[in-house]
């Protein structure tokens, strides 16, 4: 991997985290849906990192919430479970050897691919993250009905941005 992506990657990182704890910590609709653009970070690593350094990346970004939010490591075990999901998915779906993409974006990969990968990884993430924030049975359906509803904007959120800042590549 060259320096400039690894710069990208870092710089995206402070972005997006900056956005998420400066802006995004307290926008929230009637507390169901909360946006979580921070996971667009982890959704776009390159498809060469081992996946040892993904859940050292995932773990330390989640840390970094934590510390933010004052979580006691949902976010990071939310962020791991987001890796976990990605590395599978991405196992499954994408030939490496054929494949030349240093990046699973939007412009890369394509809407299809894409929207799946996202809804995928956003909803195993979310669902981590609301269940163990509530750690209740008796208040499943309202956890699950953050779940969805925060999802939906974490998704539509990552699609806008993805059509916002990459090009469709040339085919």
């Known amino acids: 991997m060259n320096s400039r992506i690894i710069l990208i990657n870092i710089l995206r990182w402070f972005i997006l985290l900056s956005i998420q704890i400066l802006l995004l910590r307290n ?3 009637y507390d169901l849906a909360t946006p979580f653009t921070y996971i667009l970070f982890l ?3 390159p498809f060469g ?3 040892p350094i993904l859940y050292l990346i995932a773990f330390g970004t989640g840390l970094t919430l934590d510390a933010f939010y004052d979580t006691l490591g ?3 075990a939310a962020c791991v479970t987001l890796v976990f999901v990605r590395i599978l998915f991405i196992s499954v779906t994408v030939s490496r050897e054929n494949f030349d993409e240093p990046e699973p974006t939007l412009g890369n990969m394509g809407f299809k691919w894409f929207g799946l990968y ?3 990884c956003t909803f ?4 981590v993250l609301f269940l163990l924030e509530a750690f209740k049975l008796t208040e499943l359906s309202y956890t699950l009905l953050r779940c969805l509803l925060s999802g939906i904007f974490t998704l539509f959120t990552v699609i806008l941005i993805e059509f916002i800042f990459y090009n469709r590549k040339m085919r």
């Open 27 to 29: 926008l929230s609709f």
């Open 43 to 45: 959704l776009l690593l």
């Open 49 to 51: 990192i081992p996946n």
């Open 74 to 76: 949902v976010h990071t």
């Open 118 to 120: 996202a809804l995928l």
């Open 124 to 127: 195993s993430h979310h669902l």
